[in-house]
């Protein structure tokens, strides 16, 4: 906030949800590990402590579809 806030923030939001979206609708994300990595806290952000690494495995068409209607009807 406050008067030297970014111009570009609300832009910038839109475009990392628009993403966000794109890429869950279209891929399952799971991690490649079934056990738990220790968390490190740093402030309000909690993260795994050595990293991780995710698998994508791409949705069924289908549901891909039904998936990017149900966002296109969803209020930002």
């Given at each position: 906030g406050?008067?030297?806030?970014?111009?570009?923030k609300?832009v910038?939001?839109?475009?990392?949800?628009?993403?966000?979206?794109?890429?869950?609708?279209?891929?399952?994300?799971?991690?490649?590990?079934?056990e738990r990595e220790?968390?490190?806290?740093?402030?309000?952000v909690?993260?795994?402590?050595?990293?991780?690494?995710?698998?994508?495995?791409?949705?069924p068409?289908?549901?891909?579809?039904?998936?990017?209607?149900?966002?296109?009807?969803?209020?930002a």
């Open positions: 406050g008067r030297r806030r970014c111009l570009g609300g910038a939001e839109f475009e990392i949800k628009t993403a966000m979206r794109t890429i869950f609708g279209r891929y399952e994300v799971r991690p490649d590990r079934q220790k968390e490190f806290s740093f402030f309000a909690s993260r795994p402590s050595r990293g991780t690494s995710v698998t994508l495995s791409e949705r068409s289908q549901d891909a579809g039904q998936r990017a209607e149900a966002y296109s009807a969803s209020p």
